[in-house]
């Protein structure tokens, strides 16, 4: 007979595995969106680019007259100069933290995530994961952040967690000499004193998701009962 002790332990492995899964495939999924989104801005500066070029072409056909086979060429061979310029150019550089506290309420969870993947080769191995949920935790807020007024209080208080303690946390962390990060002080290396604040940042963003979620869910409540009320109503009237 199976010892309930080993089934429990068996039982909580599962939900460990499944949940790391669950992370994993969040990060994937959200990098793969910075990665497509990386690409449809470069599509669409390619686009704009050629544009112009046949754009202007045309204005010199029509001004000077026909461009002629050279011209065609001409005008081929620049479109395929900009195409691979453009295709092959650097990616822009991450957001500055200055930037980050400028940045528009609604654009600050893709700017943290770029300026937080930038930070990923200076920090250890063991906050790694932890970036990653706090990535995932950002990519799931951004749509809630679109109709929120730059002015409510919840408005502040995240962009001062996201913009302003999230980079001068990691900052500080940053200026440890690197001999001294695996050093105990006060009871705990910098490195762990890194990893349980970004922890801490990570709920807290988390925390502030589900506030943000549960007055779109009273909405939601609220309109629902309005319409039983409204049609079921009508209904009974009829």
């Known amino acids: 007979m ?7 332990q068996r039982a909580s492995d599962v939900l460990e595995r499944a949940a790391a ?5 969040g990060r994937n999924n959200a990098r793969g969106r910075r990665k497509v ?50 295709a092959m150019a650097p990616t822009a550089p991450p957001p500055s933290p200055d930037k ?19 930070q990923r080769p200076a920090l250890p191995a063991p906050a790694v994961p932890v970036l990653d949920a706090i990535a995932i935790r950002l990519d799931t807020l951004k749509p809630q952040l679109a109709g929120l007024n730059d002015a409510a209080p919840a408005a502040a208080e995240l962009r001062k967690l996201v913009s302003e303690q999230l980079p001068e946390f990691v900052g500080d962390y940053q200026k440890v000499p690197a001999n001294l990060r695996n050093v105990p002080r006060n009871g705990k290396t910098p490195d762990a004193q890194l ?5 801490l940042i990570e709920r807290e963003i988390g925390e502030m998701t589900a506030e943000l979620a549960q007055g779109d ?10 319409l039983e009320i409204k049609y079921r109503g009508d209904e009974g009237a009829a």
């Open 217 to 226: 869910l009273d909405s939601l409540a609220t309109r629902g009962r309005f």
């Open 21 to 25: 899964n669950r992370l994993a495939g």
């Open 195 to 199: 990893i349980d604040g970004l922890k």
């Open 37 to 86: 989104n990386e690409v449809g801005r470069r599509l669409t500066r390619i686009a704009g680019a050629n544009g112009l070029i046949l754009l202007a072409a045309i204005v010199v056909g029509l001004a000077i007259g026909p461009l002629g086979l050279l011209g065609a060429v001409g005008v081929m061979a620049l479109m395929l100069l900009a195409t691979l310029a453009l």
């Open 100 to 118: 980050l506290r400028q940045a528009p309420l609604a654009a600050l969870p893709a700017q943290t995530e770029r300026w937080l993947e930038a």
């Open 2 to 8: 199976s010892d309930p002790h080993d089934i429990m």
